[in-house]
């Protein structure tokens, strides 16, 4: 007898087939998920029914098998669908729906004639939408009986039993086993593993190389088994179906200490006759590493039919065995890709390349987790910490190579898990080497990715490096870009004929951008260094004194304009022909110098998207801009290897607008620059018709404190104004801050008795 723990092999709560698939490592393993045929048992003349046999429905099965009503309804969908009825098969397939049927039964019903569940198929596709809608519901529910049917663990081990019976028996149980695939391979491992059954051994075995593919993967975890018999008919399996994915495991036996000397040997002739002699020279570790990265890439797919929503995925059980839980399909291969790092890091604990890809995995699969509504890998411990835990604990050396690993991949989602991990731990001694070498961290700050430059931006701040460094003048900018999210956006346009400059400059105003003009390329590259956020570039080819072509290089070898978009308004005096242009320069476009306003801003939202610069939602930038000025803030008053200088322009630009949150920050860090420029402009602002409370108390104390530094700067006039304010404020706040400005700027001490006898005298 078999155990009963065969029956129902743990979790088996999937309703999906898992099936295990070759997309380019080798021989690997690749995706199948037939659907059999019934089995035809018959092998003569049915007798004649008892007179007391239960009545048969229209489809020829017995009622208290399949309910009659069931059937009726079923044959007359099909009916009515192939008459071009579809408002009638409609109705009959919601009555087949509205039975509830047991998934099964249905099944029977799809597979009793050759042919019908590929015609349920072609329902599904119809052209009314209604009938299409019914049939995938019921399509559905077809699905849901295969896959109970695959993983029926009675029925499997009905079938692997009668393998033994004689040769039609085998052909047809083996009919079977393939429609059950997979989930075979924990029932025929138990019958392996009982020598009452070793009459069948044989004939499982030779099933199991005939049903190929889909037992690679299960098998391949399989070889977890104690059992040494039955590990050696596994061996001999997977030797026999020949698929390159088991070669890791099959290294990592040979290379065990404690494996046996029969183990080893089989395990050795199985990597010869899959991969050659070659095989037994690559260490278990790297094999592993190979088989991780190909599944991490998506060369080797282990996942089901990728519209199923969920797929099993197979693993070891201390005490109960094979066994396989379910997860969402997209993840998938980050599990199995994890799981193939994590037996390389058992076979080769000191292996740092397999931790940092591990590490990349992982930062991948919470991405998908998360895509899939939550919740941890399946073969996950219950006490597993947090893929964040993971990447801070294992340090500076594991998380650069993470990061650049993203960077090279453009995968946006695990680089910035990379650098908020490095914000927490880097150092600089560690850091200033990596940065020498070209670390990925510097590399990020011209990632096309906003959040990424922005990210590697406060990272490098976090760091507070006091040494200078190869790129360290790239930081400053990426935060004044983020500081510029709040600010509207921003045109440079360069063009020697007055009148379409005119009309572009009038064009684009009207709508909210910020535009600097010029009409020759040297004056252009001037203004274009004085705006607080530069959007785009609209450049003619008829400039001179600096031409367009070198414009362009200009702009391109610029750090803050190395991404801005570029559109050239086309013209007869092209010195280099635009198609060479774009072939040797990132984010460029080109349209007729008469081109309208709304043609040239769809040019430039295409090229924006190429190069990461999608607007970000407005919580969202505020959040980042928020804290860009507070960093640079803190940038103006730390001794680091960069000044906040390069951040002034943009600095200035938020104080004086709109959102006050913003402006007090920039003022902070303002304040902590102080020059005549500066103080003169928080005057402005202090003095601004409509300010509110906030923003003149805060603009004041900024001056104020200035002015203990680097004394009075004011223009006359605005010193004068102030003391006009003193006479005709009402709110005390406000006059507090004034004469805190008056006091600090030293004015003419007389001015004290002054106030003594016009303010406080009736």
């Known amino acids: 007898m078999v155990s009963t723990s065969l029956k129902q092999p743990a979790w088996c709560l999937s309703l999906l087939l898992a099936v295990v698939g070759v997309l380019g490592f080798g021989g690997a393993v690749s995706a199948q998920d037939e659907a059999a045929e019934p089995a035809d048992t018959t092998t003569e003349a049915p007798a004649e029914a008892p007179a007391d046999a239960p009545a048969k429905g229209v489809m020829g099965f017995a009622t ?19 008459v071009a009825r579809l408002d009638l098969a409609k109705d009959f397939a919601d009555l087949v729906l509205a039975a509830n049927p047991e998934p099964l039964q249905v099944l029977k019903l799809a597979e009793s004639d050759k042919g019908l569940v590929s015609l349920i198929d072609q329902m599904c596709a119809s052209d009314s939408p209604e009938f299409s809608a019914s049939a995938r519901r019921v399509m559905a529910v077809v699905k849901q009986g295969m896959y109970l049917k695959r993983k029926d663990g009675d029925r499997i081990i009905e079938q692997l039993i009668r393998l033994g019976k004689n040769q039609r028996a085998y052909e047809l149980a083996l009919r079977e086993l393939k429609y059950s695939g997979e989930y075979v391979v924990p029932y025929a491992l138990g019958l392996l593993a009982d020598e009452s059954h070793a009459d069948l051994h044989d004939d499982i075995e030779m099933a199991l190389i005939e049903i190929d593919r889909p037992v690679v993967y299960p098998l391949i975890v399989g070889l977890e088994t104690e059992a040494e018999s039955v590990r050696l008919t596994v061996i001999d399996v997977l030797s ?3 698929y390159k994915m088991a070669l890791p495991a099959l290294k990592a036996l040979v290379e065990s200490g404690a494996t046996s000397d029969a183990v080893k040997e089989a395990a050795r002739k199985a990597l010869v006759n899959i991969g050659g002699p070659e095989a037994l020279t690559l260490s278990a570790k790297q094999a592993y590493f190979d088989l991780a ?5 998506d060369r080797l797919t282990v996942v089901a039919d990728p519209k199923e929503s969920m797929t099993d995925v197979w693993g070891w059980v201390k005490d109960s065995g094979l066994a396989y839980r379910p997860a969402p399909t997209r993840s998938v291969n980050e599990i199995m890709a994890a799981q193939a790092a994590q037996n390389g890091l058992r076979a080769d604990p000191n292996a740092a390349d397999l931790v940092a890809l591990w590490l990349s995995i992982r930062a991948q699969l919470k991405v998908e987790l998360q895509a899939a509504g939550g919740g941890k890998a399946p073969w996950d411990p219950p006490t597993m910490p947090t893929t964040e835990f993971f990447l801070r604990s294992a340090g500076q050396q594991y998380l650069f190579e993470v990061l ?33 070498q070209g670390s990925p961290l510097i590399r990020a700050l011209s990632y096309p990715d906003r959040l990424i430059r922005f990210g590697a931006a406060f990272a490098i701040v976090a760091v507070e490096p006091k040494k200078p460094f190869l790129g360290d003048n790239r930081v400053v900018p990426v935060l004044a870009e983020a500081v510029n999210l709040e600010t509207g956006p921003g045109i440079l346009i360069i063009d020697a004929d007055q009148n379409n400059l005119n009309r572009l400059q009038g064009e684009f105003r009207k709508v909210g951008w910020s535009v600097a003009a010029a009409g020759n390329g040297n004056e252009g590259i001037s203004r274009g260094r004085g705006m607080a956020r530069m959007d785009a570039v609209l450049l003619a080819v008829n400039v001179e004194n600096v031409g367009y072509v070198d414009v362009i290089q200009l702009l391109r070898t610029d750090f ?30 080109q349209v007729p ?26 919580k969202a930038s505020e959040q980042i801009s928020l804290r860009a000025a507070r960093t640079l803030g803190f940038v103006a008053t730390a001794d680091l290897a960069f000044t906040a200088d390069a951040a002034r322009v943009s600095l200035l630009t938020a104080a004086a607008g709109k959102n006050e949150p913003l402006a007090v920050a920039a003022m902070g860090a303002l304040v902590q620059m102080p020059d005549q420029e500066i103080q003169q402009r928080l005057a402005e602002i202090a003095l601004a018709e409509g300010a509110s409370q906030t923003i003149q108390v805060t603009a004041l104390d900024a001056i104020a404190q200035m002015a203990r530094h680097i004394g009075n700067q004011l223009q006359t006039a605005s010193v004068t104004a102030l003391l006009k304010r003193v006479g005709t404020e009402t709110d005390d706040k406000i006059r507090d801050a004034i004469g805190r400005v008056l006091g600090a700027l030293d004015l003419d001490p007389n001015m004290a008795s002054g106030y003594v006898l016009e303010h406080a005298t009736e």
């Open 560 to 589: 803050n304009t190395a991404m801005v978009p570029i559109i050239v308004l086309s013209g007869e005096a092209e010195a280099v022909p635009f198609s060479h242009l774009k072939q040797n320069q990132k984010y460029i476009d």
């Open 240 to 242: 026999k179906l020949g």
């Open 404 to 436: 650049g690993r993203a960077i090279r991949d453009e995968n946006v989602m695990v680089a910035l898990q990379a650098i908020r991990a490095l914000e927490d731990v880097a150092n600089e001694t560690y850091l200033g080497a990596a940065i020498g």
């Open 593 to 618: 110098a008469a081109a309208s306003m709304a043609d040239v801003v769809e040019k430039i939202k295409v090229l924006q998207a190429e190069a990461g610069s999608v607007a970000l939602s407005p």
């Open 64 to 82: 208290d098998e399949v309910p009659a009503e069931l059937q009726k309804n079923f044959q007359e969908m099909v009916h009515f669908y192939r």
């Open 293 to 297: 990265e190909a599944l991490y890439y």
